[in-house]
């Protein structure tokens, strides 16, 4: 078993539909969690980073954390074309970024005009 | 937010040569360093840890006399794939985490090995 869950999708919604991407995980070590975004053939890019469960918002982007039921979740608002791209669930055992993370498999998601 | 870059961006070589990917953090310095390989359509898996001034630690199954890492400064990790196969085409990426809490990746090295 894998220690984070993520589904691959792809994930296909309309423009200005809400987005819901999640993650599930094993280890209840992990205490700091994080959305990457990666286009293709690019670096993965730090969207949101949170410890604590609950949700934390960042324009268009909300981050939730459920600790007790080893869940973590991105929403995205209105969602755009350009929000076209892989979401990547990471999470670290410490709470330290300098920790290593472990990255979910990734859920390709779409954004049809 | 703080900047993580890679030089060269695409690489292809023949089998046999060696290739060396530089990873550099731009406005910060970095003690440590993480270097990730990810194959088409698949996650960032992690290789090995990149300390300044100390041995890099490698995750299992990773061969650390193929995969080469040198943190000579707080600034510059060195990746140098030893004696490349067509099995290491990848694209190679490296991290850094600052001081506000954050971990930024640099935007990845394609390499092929013909």
């Known amino acids: 078993q894998k220690e984070v869950e993520q589904d691959p999708g792809p994930l296909s919604v309309p423009e200005g539909a809400i987005v819901s991407l999640n993650c599930t995980y094993s280890?209840?070590?992990?205490?700091?969690f994080m959305w990457y975004r990666q286009y293709s053939r690019k670096g993965p890019e730090l969207l949101m980073y949170?410890?604590?469960?609950g949700n934390k918002e960042d324009g268009r982007f909300t981050a939730q954390v459920d600790k007790s039921s080893k869940y973590i979740s991105l929403f995205i608002r209105d969602s755009q074309p350009s929000d076209s791209a892989t979401y990547l669930c990471?999470?670290?055992?410490?709470?330290?970024?300098?920790?290593?993370?472990?990255f979910g498999s990734g859920t390709r998601l779409s954004i049809r005009p | 937010g703080a900047v993580v870059s890679q030089h060269p961006s695409r690489v292809i070589c023949k089998s046999g040569t060696s290739v060396k990917i530089e990873c550099r953090s731009l406005?910060?310095?970095?003690?440590?360093m993480f270097w990730y390989r990810q194959f088409p359509k698949q996650s960032l898996m992690l290789m090995a840890t990149?300390?300044?001034?100390?041995?890099?630690?490698?995750e299992q199954g990773v061969e650390k006399d193929k995969f080469l890492i040198n943190h000579a400064s707080l600034t510059l990790s060195t990746l140098t794939v030893t004696s490349a196969h067509p099995e290491d085409s990848s694209f190679y990426i490296c991290?850094?985490?600052?001081?506000?809490?954050?971990?930024?990746f640099g935007p990845g090295t394609r390499l092929t090995v013909l």
């Open positions: 990471a999470m670290t055992r410490g709470y330290s970024s300098a920790s290593k993370i472990i």
């Open positions: 991290s850094a985490p600052t001081s506000q809490d954050t971990q930024y």
């Open positions: 280890n209840s070590a992990f205490q700091y």
């Open positions: 949170t410890y604590s469960s």
């Open positions: 990149s300390n300044e001034g100390s041995k890099a630690t490698y």
């Open positions: 406005d910060f310095q970095a003690t440590t």
